[in-house]
């Protein structure tokens, strides 16, 4: 779904910010892409999308893309419904001035159910809470039927129930054969998924979780700084306790 040789990103009028990127995934994989703040987390994303463009190097994407941006950098205070939100996802199916049809309120209903807001279709999208609000931008992509879903941060502030409903669901992508990245800083998690990229103003690493996630791997990633993850690592990891990595 995506292959990526060398790539070299930048912003307009800027320096390169991330390069030495390559990396590629498949059909129905999880990819954790880790950093620290500042890393090129962000940006790798942007570029997958098509915001920004590379400056060295190539890559290839196939499939739809949805996208679940962080929701604290959404405006929050504009009045539109967690349904609206949904629908958003069908722009690009009809012309532009086509308002949705009962055909694309049916879908977008059936993706809230799907991701277990049914009864929130009518509450401000700003009202909800952050894991109704990743949900509800989940329903979005289910909209789009992505086949490459890119998650930035999506757990950031969620609580423990609300992180392990939008782990199952992020399975449950993947288990449909939809591709999944998702930056996040805790490591203990990416554990969990097929793939991990780790970047630091270029990409420091990419493999599978037990090659990537070492000690050595992970002190490049973050500069050293302190790194906790849990206990039943594999050999070469630092144990403590705590399952994320902050720097
Ligand atoms: N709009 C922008 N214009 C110019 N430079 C930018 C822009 N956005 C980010 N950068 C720069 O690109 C680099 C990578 O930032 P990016 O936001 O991709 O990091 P990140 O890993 O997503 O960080 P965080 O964990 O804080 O979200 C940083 O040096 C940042 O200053």
Excluded at 13 to 19: A, I, K, Q, Y
Excluded at 227 to 242: E, K, L, M
């Amino acid at each position: 779904m995506i292959d990526a040789r060398g790539l070299a990103i930048g912003y307009r009028g800027g320096p390169t910010v991330l390069t030495d990127v390559t990396f590629s995934v498949m059909p129905g994989e999880r990819v954790g892409v880790l950093g620290p703040n500042g890393g090129g987390k962000t940006t790798l994303m942007r570029a997958l999308l098509g915001e920004l463009e590379s400056r060295a190097g190539t890559f290839t994407i196939e499939g739809r893309q949805g996208t679940v941006p962080q929701t604290e950098r959404s405006r929050l205070d504009y009045p539109v419904s967690a349904l609206d939100v949904v629908l958003m996802g069908a722009l690009g199916r009809g012309p532009w001035w086509r308002r949705p049809g009962r055909a694309e309120r049916a879908l977008a209903q059936a993706a809230l159910e799907r991701v277990g807001l049914e009864d929130r279709a009518r509450e401000t999208f700003g009202e909800l809470s952050g894991g109704q609000r990743q949900r509800v931008l989940v329903a979005r992509a289910l909209m789009q039927d992505a086949d490459i879903v890119l998650f930035d941060e999506p757990f950031t502030g969620l609580d423990t129930p609300s992180a392990a409903r939008l782990t199952a669901l992020i399975d449950a992508l993947a288990a449909e054969g939809r591709s999944v990245l998702v930056s996040t800083h805790d490591v203990g998690q990416a554990r969990a998924w097929d793939h991990v990229l780790c970047l630091n103003g270029r990409m420091i690493e990419f493999g599978p979780p037990e090659h990537v996630l070492t000690e050595t791997v992970l002190a490049e990633t973050y500069e050293h700084a302190v790194i906790r993850i849990p206990d039943g690592w594999p050999r070469g990891v630092t144990q403590s306790a705590g399952a994320s990595a902050r720097a």
